[in-house]
């Protein structure tokens, strides 16, 4: 790193920890798919006797909401108000995520509760050898949901709800599970909407439904999602991310890589690689809900777009060194990491 981008780095954290200080209750619009995230752990010590697999003897068991719900959470963490816009099942997983979010001072008068429809829920295996592992591995991941599409009205009233909040609202973010919520037209009323209102649009957008995403003011991909795009076009994946900026009208790309870092792509500049500065890797879960929180946040309090993807690369540093995904990025938590980060900076300058 050069002693330019050591400066704008060092300058970058200083005006991040001054902003989790300062975060008031400034209000995001949050529209997108929820689901629950259910855990199991335990220990597989043996094979079933009839087929080649693990037999996994559970130990513990835990749940919390995922997806647009996580990023609520997250958002409400960081000190700010959230309107949020959803739609659930009407089962017990469904309660479970709104009796979580009312327990975090979330309001719930905008999640719809669709009857007769299940609440798509994660649930996820994980277990190690018993007195020779510690560190426990996921075995096994089963998705249980609805089969039938959302009806058009409940995303059309969904919509109709969240824009009534944009004009007060400091940033819009749209997380799309592809699960019915979030549909064409909707997200393009949303944005033009944020747009007219001068706050910037995040979204998380399903590769197959960019569309959904044209004119947002920075969109998030995994690293792997951003090569399988370029592959697609045919260009590296600098070239795609100039290609895809320029068809989809968005100002900015983050791809987030894991322990690989993350890249921060612009119209007319130079793409910006954050490295991983995570001191352990553990886990992956909720990295797209904690980037899209931080975004929102720095995005919302006028930061710059650097800015806001150093946070968010902050917060996936803070992902991969949790326990596990149901672990939430807070202020705290957040506003440490990044004291760390920049005495780290100041002792290297040594």
């Known amino acids: 790193m050069d002693d330019d981008s050591e400066t704008l780095r060092q300058d970058s954290l200083a005006r991040l920890i001054s902003l989790l200080e300062s ?10 798919d929820t689901m629950l995230d259910r855990y199991h752990h335990g220990f597989a010590n043996n094979l079933n006797s ?29 000190g700010m108000d959230v309107s949020f816009h959803t739609a659930v099942g009407d089962d017990a ?16 008068e905008n999640i719809i509760r669709v009857k007769d429809r299940p609440t798509l829920t994660k649930i996820r295996f994980f277990a190690s050898r018993e007195s020779l592992l510690d560190r426990r591995q996921i075995l096994l991941q089963a998705d249980r949901g609805p089969n039938e599409t959302l009806d058009e009205s409940i995303a059309s009233s969904l919509t109709d709800s969240a824009l009534t909040n944009i004009p007060d609202s400091c940033a819009l973010v749209i997380s799309d599970y592809d699960k019915g919520v979030v549909t064409k037209d909707g997200a393009q ?7 007219n209102s001068g706050i910037p649009a995040i979204v998380d957008p399903k590769l197959t439904g960019l569309e959904k995403s044209r004119g947002a003011t920075v969109v998030i991909f995994e690293k792997r999602g951003m090569s399988l795009l370029a592959r697609r076009i045919g260009l590296s994946d600098d070239d795609a991310a100039k290609y ?8 900015g790309i983050l791809v987030l890589g894991g ?17 991983c500065m995570a001191p352990t890797a553990e886990q992956q879960i909720g990295m797209h809900d904690a980037a899209a929180a931080s975004l929102a946040a720095a995005l919302g309090s006028g930061l710059s777009l650097y800015d806001a993807a150093l946070l968010a690369s902050a917060a996936c540093d803070c992902v991969l060194s949790a326990t596990s995904g149901r672990d939430y990025i807070d202020r705290a938590t957040l506003g440490l990491w990044l004291d760390e980060l920049s005495w780290q900076m100041r002792i290297s300058d040594r």
């Open 259 to 275: 322990i690989h870092g993350m890249y921060l792509h612009q119209n007319d500049q130079d793409s910006v690689f954050m490295p």
């Open 23 to 32: 975060i008031d209750g400034s209000k995001v619009t949050l529209i997108g």
């Open 244 to 251: 895809l900026l320029d068809e989809y009208s968005w100002q």
């Open 93 to 108: 997983e469904a309660s479970s995520i709104t009796t979580s979010l009312k327990s975090k001072d979330i309001r719930i």
């Open 50 to 78: 009839t087929a080649p697999v693990p037999v996994l003897k559970i130990i513990d068991s835990d749940e919390s909401p995922g997806a647009s719900a996580h990023i609520a959470i997250g958002l409400t963490s960081f």
């Open 189 to 195: 009323i949303l944005i033009e909407a944020a747009k």
